[in-house]
């Protein structure tokens, strides 16, 4: 191992000898070298390098050849590469130089630490040069009398290392200079050549791996000649108008080379070239006339030329000169076609005949006017009418008929051969089959299968469908033998509407339509779905066609997608030509949420979500539940309006009772003063000790007083005093009574009223007593002059006879209508009268005066109704003993059935403004 001292003197041995002035190469020159130095390998071959160390360094160091390790641009070299040749001498191999890189380097690892470069070298990896191959020289003229040969190769592979192309000629007894390519390595120009000498010429080819040569080529410079082309062509028309003449200048001597030519022509605006057959310009010449030329058409000429005999090379093409026909008469008529418009009237059309202009190569020329000729073939005898026309359109008004149009083009130089159109009354002719578009890149074809008759042309329409302007019909016309032809200018995504007529000799075919597009995209829109009706489980669903504009192909099926909020997405697919389609199964009461899609051959648009919610209950489920609650209702009307007719006897008696006409009652004959005599001996007619009044009141309504005449109103003072009277008697009659009590008489409040009061109160009252003793009771009644009905137990006597059966009713009758409990005195009170008339023979009779009052101004309660009957029992009554006083109490019977009730009037009961029923 080094000694740190033994390191620092061997690097300063290093440094004394890079610094060296023998030294070239720094560290390299001094320790040791690797031979070859800087090889050129061929690729793909074998290679072995050695670095041998210099003496001094292994004297001084330590240093042996097993420390050397190779690298390839800072790369390791595997150690199975490595051999030790000697202690100074070390070799590396490399079985393929396709992996060699540069720079090699040879490099001493000292004691396994310190890494030092000894020597490096470059490394030169190429192919040696191939063999030249298709060598050609060509002598092109330069001018007049100047002329170069240019000669070129193929120098083959390319070889990774400089390589030299040298172009060598000679001739037979003198051998020229190299001619060195500048630039290049495939040709090289030899400036100073001689025509009429073979000359042998080769390609040399040289490189550090090799040398290579091609073959050589012999020629005469002569035959390899590429003039240069004819100079100041010119073009003018000749006397025909389909002949166009040519003139030039050859540039080369003709005791150099004599030339034949070539001639291209075409029509302007058109990229095709034609040639003039080569026989007829392959001798020397400087003119030329090109015949079957188009009249009154622009060309464009040019000429070339090489050496007669074939040899050698043509020249560039000249420079374009254009030249125009003159005109000629048109070679063929305007194709024509008609529009008929029969809407206005049938028996009359509006015929729109159409033509299309001449193209340039038909017309001849410019074309002047149009003349037209209309014939009628229904009727000979009809004259020809003739129209000068300068436009390609023209319309006329015709009767219903077969008609004949001819058209002539004209020109300054003549006509063109007549159009013939023939217009059938009817288009009664077979029309052709099977038609079919078939889109071609940027063209439509259009095909059919011709009729079994013989067709002389057919006429094919077409135009743009749009909704929102007119077809544009444009039109073309093909020959009779022709199935299928392109129509050009036709729009992607655009819908045309195509139509083909079959024109025979005699008349003409019906046409057939067929709509195609050159190109389909997916729709640019999708359909807006709206509800038409929505009921319980369906809904019916309506949408718009798409417009032709927003289809952009065929539509060839509708999409509907509906779902519940939550629920899954549901798929129905619809035929392309409905406009409404009904969603089944829903549920009810539920949001749904729908959408459309249309769908072409080349995608699909979806449109807008549309919500709407199914109802609750389905058609006629409502009706059938209100349809029979109505019919129940109306049975249950009708049954109660059938028992109510069948009752109406009963219901009328408590509802609209029989009102007595007063007019025919006895009443108008009784004295209101004298009471009636009546049989007091008859000891049969005797009522019970419970015998009460009856009471019925009619209120009389005057809502004017002015309506009421004096004379109106003298019945109601008279009932004033016979008030007055009634009071005296009660209170005489009273004093008697052992029933008699103090009470003011309902009439009293009426007392300061004047007689213009416009309501009052007539109450008519009966009281009917026991008779004194057996004897027959009186009845008294207070007469009184209103006009008002009577009761009706005055009217019906037979209800007052009958003893204790009528009392009883008319006690049930006085309890219904007085709203009130009975008040009567106690039994024993009436004995003790019994006893007391008895002894007295004398006969008691006791009555209750008709009381009248107006209006008072406080409305008669119940109460008063009870206090009315204590007073008449009062005033009718006998007193007990003297000095002892009977309270009247409360007579309670049961209630009266409805049966068992008298059919009478209720008492009526004052109240504001009138009465009414109680």
Known sequence: ????????????????????????????????????????????????????????????????????????????????????????????????????????TCNILADGQIEQNIYGITVTVGLAPEKPKNLSCIVHQVSRFTYVMTCTWDPGRHTFLDTQFRLRYSWPEEIFPDCIPKDVNNSCTITDIQFFVNTEIWVEATNALGKAESDPVVVDPIDIVKPLSPQNVSVSSGLLPTVLKLSWENWISDAVMTLKFNIRYRI???????????????????????????????????????????????????????????????????????IIDKSHSPASWTVHLIWKALKPFEANGVILQYEVTVRDKSSLSSPVKNYNVTSTNHTLQLPEGTYEVTLIARNSIGASPPSVLLIPASNSKAPVKNLRTIPKHDKLWVGWTAPNNYVLKYVIEWCLVSSNSDCIIEWQIALGDVQGIDLKGIKPFKC????????????????????????????????????????????????????????????????????????????????????????????????????????????????????????????????DIVVPVCLAFLLIVLLGVLFCFNKRDLIKKHIWPIVPD??????????????????????????????????????????????????????????????????????????????????????????????????????????????????????????????????DSEERPEDHAGGADSTAQRQQ?????????????????????????????GDLVGFVQLQISGQSSQPLGLGMEKNTQEAALSNVLQTCTEGQTVRPETVEENPLSVDEMPKSYLPQTVRQGGYMPQ
């Open 662 to 791: 007063p007019s025919k009652s006895n009443i108008a004959q009784w004295s209101p003063q004298v009471p009636a005599k009546h049989n007091l001996n008859s000891k049969d007619q005797m009522y019970s000790e419970g015998s009460f009044t009856d009471v019925s009141v009619v209120e009389i309504e005057a809502d004017d007083k002015k309506s009421f005449s004096e004379q109106d109103l003298k019945p109601f003072d008279l009932l004033k005093k016979e008030k007055s009277t009634s009071e005296g008697h009660s209170s005489g009659i009273g004093g008697s009574s052992c029933m008699s009590s103090p009470r003011q008489s309902v009439s009293d409040s009426d007392e300061g009223e004047t007689t213009q009061n416009t309501s009052s109160t007539v109450q008519y009252s009966t009281v009917v007593l026991n008779g004194y003793r057996d004897q027959t009771p009186v009845q008294v009644f207070s007469r009184s002059e209103s006009t008002q009905p009577l009761l």
């Open 268 to 338: 302007v605006g058109d990229t095709n070239w034609m040639e003039v057959p080569s026989e007829d310009t392959a001798s020397p010449r400087t003119s030329f006339s090109v015949q079957g030329l188009r009249p009154y058409t622009e060309y464009v000429f040019s000429i070339r030329c090489m050496k007669e005999d074939g040899m050698g090379y043509w020249s560039d093409w000249s420079e374009e000169k254009i030249g125009i026909t003159t005109e000629d008469q048109p070679s063929k008529g305007p194709p024509l076609w008609r």
């Open 496 to 623: 045309y509407l195509i139509t083909v007529y079959p024109l025979y000799a005699d008349g003409q075919g019906s046409g057939q339509s067929v709509k195609a597009y050159l190109k389909q995209d997916r729709p640019s829109k999708g359909p807006t779905v709206q509800t038409k009706k929505v009921g319980k489980a369906e809904a019916v669903l309506t949408w718009n066609h798409l417009t032709v504009e927003e289809q952009n192909g065929f539509i060839r099926n509708y999409t509907i997608l509906y779902k519940t909020i939550d629920g899954n997405e549901t798929v129905v697919t619809v035929d392309p030509s409905k406009t409404e389609y009904t969603l089944s199964s829903l549920t009810s009461d539920t949001l749904y949420t729908v959408r459309m899609m249309a769908s072409t051959d080349n995608g699909s648009r979806t449109g807008p979500d549309f919500t709407f919610t199914t109802q609750k209950f389905g058609k006629g489920e409502i009706e």
């Open 813 to 841: 009758y006085f309890r219904q209508n007085g709203g009130q409990d009975e008040f009567n005195t106690d039994r024993p009170c009436f004995e003790r009268t019994k006893q007391n008339t008895h002894g007295n023979e």
């Open 1 to 104: 191992m080094f000694s740190m001292w033994n390191w620092v003197a061997f690097g300063f041995y290093l440094v004394l000898n890079i610094c060296s002035p023998d030294a070239s190469g720094g560290l390299v020159q001094s320790c040791g070298h690797i031979i070859p130095e800087s090889p050129v390998l061929a690729l793909g071959s074998n290679f072995t390098a050695l670095c041998i160390l210099n003496e001094s360094c292994l004297d001084f160091g330590n240093i042996y050849a097993n420390q050397i390790i190779w690298k390839i641009k800072n790369k390791l070299v595997p150690k199975e590469q490595y051999r030790e040749i000697n202690k100074t001498v070390s070799s590396v191999t490399f079985n393929d130089t396709s992996s060699l890189a540069t720079p090699l």
